[in-house]
């Protein structure tokens, strides 16, 4: 019962580690159409999100934890738009470094995966209760 209550602890963290994946990708695709205000100012930067494994000593068993979320230092898009305020003396603006086809890839990944880890707390869940009832009869 021990190893089941372990199994959804770790699963747990991969919730909570895809649940900040979702927020970060969500973030990216809302500003996906941003362009800054003025001239000079960079637009949005996309970001980005790594994972790390984690011992955790009470448990017994590596967890994953999100180790940081970092910007994307790829070169932003540059869209032709003489009439906009933030456009430079080429008539250019610079516009997100966020590619929506990429970030809807990266939020079904990262769907699924927290699905996945659901799924493994639930069936961890549900073989407790089911050794509960085997011990109480």
């Known amino acids: ?10 699963s747990a963290s991969g919730l909570k580690a895809q649940a900040e994946r ?14 800054a ?20 000593r009470a448990l017994g068993a590596r967890t994953v934890k999100v180790r940081q979320v970092t910007q994307d230092k790829s070169e932003f898009i540059k ?20 590619n929506p086809l990429i970030e809807l890839a990266d939020l079904r990944e990262a769907q699924r995966s927290y699905e996945a880890n659901l799924s493994a707390i639930e ?13 109480r009869s």
């Open 1 to 10: 019962m021990v190893e089941l209550i372990k199994a959804s602890k770790i």
């Open 22 to 35: 979702l927020r970060v990708i969500s973030e990216n695709l809302a500003n996906a159409g941003s362009t």
């Open 37 to 56: 205000k003025v001239q000079g100012q960079d637009p949005y930067r996309r970001k980005l999100v790594t994972f790390a494994n984690e011992l955790d």
């Open 79 to 98: 869209r032709f738009d003489p009439g906009h305020p933030a456009a430079d003396k080429d008539g250019y603006v610079l516009t997100p470094n966020v």
């Open 123 to 135: 069936i961890s869940k549900s073989m407790v209760q089911r050794t509960v009832e085997l011990l």
